[in-house]
């Protein structure tokens, strides 16, 4: 809902507030104000400009050169493009000088040798969006619809002068879908009257039903239809005033009598339609349910099929309007239209969401109808729109309303004792605050002995139980002034468990490696898991599947990875590095009968550089080791560092000599890995490295207390070897011997360097380690560090035919 201020303080005195204070008092007392648009985007210097004479340019056929009457001595020349500018003409010039949105400033020019003194402006070089513009606006320059004093400021004329509070409501709040509903909302909260519009209607003598008669045959959904026949009006323009309120609140401005249904609208929260009466095709209004198979062409120019589920307007036999939701295209009002007949009606909300969702029909009168009006302003509505096209459109409004009438405008009442709502709040506030607020909010009530019988007005269709009331009481006394205490029972303060803990810990070190989270659906297909397993039998299949591509429950992450890596590469996004925590989903049985088995899973991917110095030069890949990196970073905060173990091994989808399994306790847990180029292919992916690690498994896993050591005193003793082993031993296999032998003294073990090439046998590599040695207790001594050094080399020799590289 966009509210404008201006328009708001009709209804209300707010002059001693800013837009932003009001928004910030609508905000505090539950009414969400998302932002405060200002109207003006930076515009300055904008005039009122008579143009007194228009002729085209004598170098360009598409240019047209303007003598404008700026209020100054002398005539302004400018220079102007638009195909709809012409003599007689009120615009808005942008004088030398001006400023437009965006900070374009307006300069003296030359076009094509003639001199252009400013600039004369369309409605979107002003600020305002496309859509609220009128039609005969969206292309050229705005013509101002009456006459104007040549140099008035045109910024309060065209309300750019104005801030616009856009509300976020939640459903509950209908009552705020209007102005007048937004002015109760301040007036409760700053304790102030609301002034309600003040008009009336003068009626001729002859009566509306010698032109029309009502008859409803679907009284549940429409308990209310009043008709009202205004005769001899004028299709033309509305005043400036009103198409620029409705510009701000969004709404395009159509002609004099449309804008004003739209205007009460906004005003009253009332959905209004007015018909062609002429065009009507009798002298009827039947509302009923639609019959299945018929069809109207609605004022979008589209032919819709309907239902017996739609409400249909129908002039006795055939449909000329969808009830609530849009009129249709044989009585719409257009310029030849002379005669009026104007529909303010209530209507069931549920029947009205029903056609407007299955339709794709979502107006401001649906929205409306769907949350509810007030039933006790339904006839008011229509006769304030009456009043007001009576006054701009010239036009007669006939003797009476024509009206069905069956609707229940009896308003909720709602009992509750002051201790309940102390009990509820955790306050203790006494009757006269109650009191006070409910006068504030303009409820009826009656208090004896703590009871409070509350009548909600028709306008808060919201207000239903207690709860409803304590949340009244809640929001106006002040959320700020509700005290803070903890429960007066025995439960347990709340923590984090430690699933959630370490899951916190996980996504933490990820994005502090430089990886971003990604979230995907859990809905996937068989084919795109193909690429990573040949198994289905464990596959979850979806009974009724929205799409083809969302037919089965996930049992891998990596795919969505990928999905969300060729999205980025597709947008010239090379480097992207991504991770995911989400949930795999498995069964056992061939017909589902029990819920799957629900496994959370930690996935990778990265693909691109790693890292880049452009003043360097220095450019790094990411490779396996990266990958690998990564996981042991991510084990480590889970404190499974050290029982971990990568063994290399082949996996579907991934690359055979670059992918190695990830072991924890002996316990497969995942894998880590290259894609295989042909599975990236199908992706459009360079090389890409993945890792997905099964989380349940790993925070299963038994883990040691994390101990603390004091920083050692004394120094360490570093000693390097270079071990030749065959080509097939790992390197693991190599560090965990050394581990073995080294006994107590050993602190570190870091390989640094792998050759295989001249000076070395076919078949054999040279793994270069270094080996740190220390004793918290005491220096070593080279004779103690060289015992425990040669035990390492003689139980390499042994168990690995390891021997050092000369």
Same mark, same amino acid.
């Given at each position: 809902m966009l509210v404008s201020y201006k328009w708001l303080k009709d209804y209300i005195e707010i002059d001693d507030l800013t837009p932003q204070e009001v928004a910030e008092k609508l905000t505090r007392s539950g009414v969400e104000v998302d932002i405060v648009h200002a109207m003006n985007q930076g515009v300055k210097n904008i005039v009122v400009g008579k143009v007194v004479d228009c002729e085209k340019h004598p170098e360009a056929d598409k240019l047209n050169l303007c003598q404008v009457d700026i209020g100054e001595e002398e005539l302004t020349q400018i220079v102007c493009g638009a195909a709809n500018v012409g003599k007689g003409q009120y615009v808005v010039v942008a004088k030398v000088g001006a400023r437009l949105p965006g900070g374009v400033k307006i300069k003296r020019a030359k076009l094509r040798g003639q001199t252009s003194e400013g600039m004369i402006c369309s409605l979107q070089e002003l600020g305002f969006e496309g859509k609220t513009v009128a039609k005969e606006y969206a292309e050229g320059i705005y013509n101002f619809p009456t006459e104007l004093p040549p140099g008035t400021d045109a910024i309060p004329l065209l309300n750019l002068d104005d801030h616009v509070l856009e509300l976020d409501l939640t459903p509950n709040r209908a009552d705020c879908l209007s102005l007048l509903g937004v002015a109760y909302e301040v007036g409760a909260i700053l304790g102030r009257d609301v002034k309600l519009p003040r008009f009336s209607v003068n009626e001729a003598s002859e009566k509306a039903d010698e032109y029309?008669?009502?008859?409803v045959d679907a009284k549940t959904d429409s308990p209310y239809y009043g008709a009202i026949v205004i005769k001899d009006v004028k299709i033309e323009p509305s005043p400036l005033w009103l198409q620029s309120r409705l510009m701000a609140a969004g709404i395009r401005p159509h002609n004099n009598v449309v804008d004003v249904t739209n205007y009460v609208l906004l005003e009253y929260g009332q959905p209004l339609h007015s018909f062609d009466y002429d065009r009507l095709g009798s002298k009827e209004v039947l509302v009923r349910r639609a019959v299945a198979g018929e069809k109207i062409t609605t004022l979008d120019d589209v032919e819709r099929t309907l239902t017996t589920d739609y409400l249909a307007i129908t002039n006795g036999s055939d449909p000329v309007a969808l009830a609530g939701v849009m009129g249709g295209a044989t009585s719409e009002?257009?310029?030849?239209?002379?005669?009026?007949?104007?529909?303010?009606?209530?209507?069931?909300?549920?029947?009205?969401?029903?056609?407007?969702?299955?339709l794709g029909l979502r107006s401001d009168a649906s929205a409306r109808f769907e949350k509810g009006v007030d039933p006790n302003r339904v006839r008011e509505a229509g006769l304030r729109a009456a009043a007001m096209i009576a006054?701009?459109?010239?036009?007669?409004?006939?003797?009476?309303?024509?009206?069905?009438?069956?609707?229940?405008?009896?308003?909720?009442?709602?009992?509750?004792?002051?201790?309940?709502i102390n009990a509820l709040l955790g306050t203790n506030i006494d009757a006269n605050t109650v009191e006070g607020i409910m006068d504030k909010l303009q409820f009826p009530y009656e208090e004896e002995n703590g009871v409070f019988t509350i009548t909600a007005p028709t306008r808060r269709q919201d207000i239903v139980i207690e709860a409803d009331v304590i949340e009244e009481v809640a929001r106006l006394y002040g959320y700020d002034n509700i005290p803070t205490t903890l429960p007066n029972t025995a439960t347990t303060p709340g923590g984090l468990t430690t699933i959630q803990v370490k899951k916190r810990k996980v996504r933490r070190f990820l994005e502090n490696a430089g990886l971003h989270e990604a979230v995907s659906y859990s809905l996937t297909t068989a084919e795109k898991e193909s690429f990573f397993t040949k198994e289905s039998s464990n596959r979850v299949n979806v009974a009724l599947p929205m799409s083809e591509e969302r037919s089965a429950l996930r049992t891998t992450l990596i795919p969505h990875l990928l999905d969300a890596l060729s999205h980025n590469k597709n947008r010239s996004m090379q480097e992207v590095r991504l991770y995911e925590v989400g949930s795999v989903f498995q069964t056992d049985e061939e017909t589902i009968t029990k819920q799957p088995t629900e496994t959370t899973f930690v996935s990778g991917a990265i693909m691109g550089l790693w890292h880049e110095h452009s003043w360097q030069g220095e450019k790094k890949p990411v490779d396996f080791f990266v990958a690998k990196g990564i996981v042991e970073g991510l084990l480590a905060q889970l404190n499974v560092l050290e029982k971990a173990e990568f063994v290399q &091994?082949? *996996?579907?989808?991934?690359?055979?000599?670059?992918?190695?399994?990830? !072991?924890?306790?002996? &316990?497969? *847990?995942?894998?880590?890995?290259?894609?295989?180029?042909?599975?990236? !292919?199908?992706?459009s992916l360079h090389e890409t490295y993945v890792f997905e690690l099964n989380f349940t498994k790993l925070v299963n896993i038994e883990t040691e207390e994390i101990r603390y050591n004091a920083i050692p005193r004394f120094p360490a003793i570093d000693r390097d070897i270079a071990l030749v082993v065959t080509e097939s031993t790992q390197a693991g296999e190599v560090e965990k011997v050394i581990v073995e032998f080294g006994g107590p003294l050993l602190k570190n073990v870091a390989l640094f360097d792998v050759y295989q090439g001249e000076h070395l046998d076919a078949g054999k590599k040279s793994l270069a380690f270094s080996l740190r040695y220390q004793d918290p207790e005491k220096t070593l001594t080279d004779e103690e560090v060289t015992k425990v050094h040669e035990n390492v080399l003689k139980g390499l020799e042994e168990k690995l035919g390891a021997t050092l590289r000369s």
């Open positions: 029309i008669s009502v008859n009002v257009d310029n030849e239209t002379t005669n009026i007949l104007l529909e303010a009606a209530y209507f069931h909300g549920s029947t009205i969401r029903k056609a407007s969702r299955e006054e701009l459109a010239g036009g007669t409004v006939l003797s009476g309303v024509v009206e069905f009438d069956e609707l229940d405008a009896k308003p909720n009442v709602v009992e509750i004792s002051l201790e309940k &091994t082949e *996996v579907e989808g991934f690359h055979p000599g670059r992918t190695a399994k990830l !072991k924890v306790s002996g &316990t497969d *847990v995942g894998v880590i890995g290259q894609v295989h180029p042909t599975v990236a !292919k199908e992706w």
